[in-house]
T-cell receptor, first 113, second 113 residues
Framework: GNSVTQMEGPVTLSEEAFLTINCTYT??????LFWYVQYPGEGLQLLLK?????DKGSNKGFEATYRKETTSFHLEKGSVQVSDSAVYFC????????????FGTGTRLQVTL | KAGVTQTPRYLIKTRGQQVTLSCSPI?????VSWYQQTPGQGLQFLFE???????NKGNFPGRFSGRQFSNSRSEMNVSTLELGDSALYLC????????????FGQGTRLTVV
C-alpha cells in the first residue's frame, strides 16, 4: 500500500534559518504529492503540490521538488519566520486527485526569535 | 466566499452512543472527503463522496458511515462509540472529483468518555 515517511519532529530553528523537512514515499504508479500546514486549532491548508516527476511546487517561500528517482518530496525554505511555526504534513494521492490522501505523521516546526 | 464548515466544533459522547458530524463544503464543490486525526495514528482517510455516491473508502470498521446530500453537504456517523474513536474529524472539499486541491474545514473534536 501507499505510505509517506516524514522526519521526526519537533524541529526548532531560529528566525531566518534554513529549513528542510524530509519526506519520502512509497506508492505504485505516479502519485501526486502535497505539503499541507496545520496551525494550532485549525484545519489543514494546502501549502504546495506537484503532480509529476521533476515538478517543483512553491508558495510563500517554501519549495519542494518531486524526485521520482529517490521517491522524495523534501520541503525547504531559505529563511523561516516565527509565523511559520506550525505542523507540516507531507501527503500523496494515487488517484490523481486530492480527495483520497495518504499523510505522513507530521513534523512540528518551532521558530524562535 | 465561505470555507468548509464543520459542525459541531466540539462534542463529548459516552461509550456506546452514536454521533453524527456535519460538513458543508465550499459553494460549488461536489467532492467531500473525511479524515480522522489522532495522536497515535495521525491522519487517516475515512471515505470520499462525489455526487451523493461513495467513491472511495478507507480501512475503518463498518461503525463508520457517511452520506452526501444533493446539495453536496455531507454527514458522517459513528455508531457504538469506543474510547479510541476520540479524535479530530476533518472534512475536505474539492471542486470536482478530479481536482488536485482539497480545502479543509477546522474539524470536529470528538471526545468519547
Amino acid at each position: 500500500g501507499n505510505s509517506v515517511t516524514q522526519m521526526e519532529g519537533p524541529v526548532t530553528l531560529s528566525e531566518e534559518a534554513f529549513l528542510t523537512i524530509n519526506c519520502t514515499y512509497t506508492a505504485t504508479g505516479y502519485p501526486s504529492l502535497f505539503w499541507y500546514v496545520q496551525y494550532p486549532g485549525e484545519g489543514l491548508q494546502l501549502l504546495l503540490k506537484a503532480t509529476k516527476a521533476d515538478d517543483k511546487g512553491s508558495n510563500k517561500g517554501f519549495e519542494a521538488t518531486y524526485r521520482k528517482e529517490t521517491t522524495s518530496f523534501h520541503l525547504e525554505k531559505g529563511s523561516v519566520q516565527v509565523s511559520d511555526s506550525a505542523v507540516y504534513f507531507c501527503a500523496l494521492s494515487d488517484t490523481g486527485t486530492a480527495s483520497k490522501l495518504t499523510f505522513g505523521t507530521g513534523t512540528r516546526l518551532q521558530v524562535t526569535l | 466566499k465561505a470555507g468548509v464548515t464543520q459542525t459541531p466544533r466540539y462534542l463529548i459522547k459516552t461509550r456506546g452512543q452514536q454521533v453524527t458530524l456535519s460538513c458543508s463544503p465550499i459553494s460549488g464543490h461536489r467532492s467531500v472527503s473525511w479524515y480522522q486525526q489522532t495522536p497515535g495514528q495521525g491522519l487517516q482517510f475515512l471515505f470520499e463522496y462525489f455526487s451523493e455516491t461513495q467513491r472511495n473508502k478507507g480501512n475503518f470498521p463498518g461503525r463508520f458511515s457517511g452520506r452526501q446530500f444533493s446539495n453536496s453537504r455531507s454527514e458522517m456517523n459513528v455508531s457504538t462509540l469506543e474510547l479510541g474513536d476520540s479524535a479530530l474529524y476533518l472534512c475536505a472539499s474539492s471542486l470536482i472529483a478530479s481536482n488536485t486541491e482539497a480545502f479543509f474545514g477546522q474539524g470536529t473534536r470528538l471526545t468519547v468518555v
